[in-house]
């Protein structure tokens, strides 16, 4: 069974930073991509980053560009979101999810395994 848990979330104060970590298991699919999701209360699920295992490449949303980065640790069983400079509109549940295949880095419905979740809250 693929698992995904993520940890880091906390409450910050505008321009501090966080790092988020995802633990993943049971997934034994050489190529895949790992994303970073969030959703904010009221607001739909969208995408703030993502990584593939093929190329390298990597994806972030507009407006976390240049603040946040992702990451994958030695072992490659964990992934990291390096959060700087937050804001409080960056507020929101953070989730990590993994996919097989997916086209869209940054399209939650391209993803197959996913997180419960942690939160970020940004104060002003």
């Known amino acids: 069974e693929v698992q995904l848990v993520e940890s880091g979330g906390a409450l910050v104060q505008a321009g501090g930073s966080l790092r988020l970590s995802c633990t993943v298991s049971?997934?034994?699919?050489?190529?895949?991509?790992i994303g970073w999701f969030r959703q904010a209360a009221g607001k739909e699920r969208e995408g703030v980053s993502g990584f593939s295992s093929v190329d390298g490449r990597t994806v972030y949303k507009d407006s976390v560009k240049g603040r946040f980065t992702i990451s994958t640790g030695n072992s490659k069983n964990t992934v990291y979101l390096q959060m700087n400079s937050l804001k409080p509109e960056d507020t929101a549940v953070y989730y990590c999810?993994?996919?097989?295949?997916?086209?869209?880095?940054?399209?939650?419905?391209?993803?197959?395994?996913w997180g419960q979740g942690t939160q970020v809250t940004v104060s002003s």
């Open positions: 999810a993994a996919s097989v295949g997916t086209m869209d880095f940054l399209s939650p419905r391209d993803y197959d395994y």
């Open positions: 049971g997934f034994t699919f050489d190529e895949y991509v």
